[in-house]
């Protein structure tokens, strides 16, 4: 039988935290330590878009070193 899937969630949101738990979905929460300050002339989409591009690529690249199959929200 193949791997099961893993989901992580990379955000310390105590709501999507809540939500995920609400679904029944297992998941592992990790907030990894990314800059979240916007940069000058950027806009609020992405501001957003690239934090949590950040964030997934942070625990992302933590998880290529464990087995396992991995999904990070």
């Known amino acids: 039988m193949g ?4 989901i992580v969630l990379a955000s310390a949101s105590p709501r999507r935290r809540q939500l ?3 679904l029944g979905v ?4 990790h907030a990894p330590n990314v800059d979240e300050d916007s940069r000058p002339g950027e806009s609020p989409a992405d501001t957003q878009r690239r934090i949590t591009v950040a964030k997934a690529e942070a625990i992302a690249a933590g998880l290529r070193r464990q087995p396992g199959n991995w999904v990070v929200i």
């Not at 791997?3 to 893993?6: D, F, L, S, Y």
């Open 20 to 22: 995920l738990t609400q």
């Open 3 to 6: 791997a099961e899937t893993r």
């Open 26 to 29: 297992s998941f592992a929460a």
